[in-house]
């Protein structure tokens, strides 16, 4: 009986698991990528279910901390994206406004 409910408790730990992976996923598609399956499929075998744990919460921290980096990258340099065809005053006026002064125009 309780090795019952300690799989019970291990399954929904899993699950709980598998949901925090996908939603520190970048959304694609609707359809299933290579990852999701890849993720879905290893989460699902029946080997060391407390190694599967402890590298889905690795994994789990490392997607967010990728995703916290790229927001803060996107926010903090706002000129990284742009074409090398932009003119230069563009990339001026942007470096200006990230140490807080105004180019008049």
């Known amino acids: 009986m309780a090795t019952a409910a300690a799989t019970a408790t291990t399954t929904t730990t899993i699950k709980t698991l598998y949901r925090t992976l996908l939603r520190e996923l970048p959304p694609i598609s609707q359809k299933r990528t290579y990852l999701h399956t890849r993720l879905r499929n290893s989460i699902s ?11 889905g919460q690795q994994l789990a921290t490392y997607l967010r ?4 980096y ?3 990258l996107e926010r903090y340099n706002p000129s990284l994206g742009l074409r090398e065809d932009d003119d230069d005053d563009n990339r001026v006026r942007m470096s200006a406004r990230r140490v807080g002064l105004d180019i008049p125009e």
């Open 45 to 55: 075998s029946s080997s060391g279910e407390e190694d599967k744990q402890l590298l």
């Open 65 to 68: 901390a990728q995703r916290t």
């Open 70 to 72: 790229a927001t803060l």
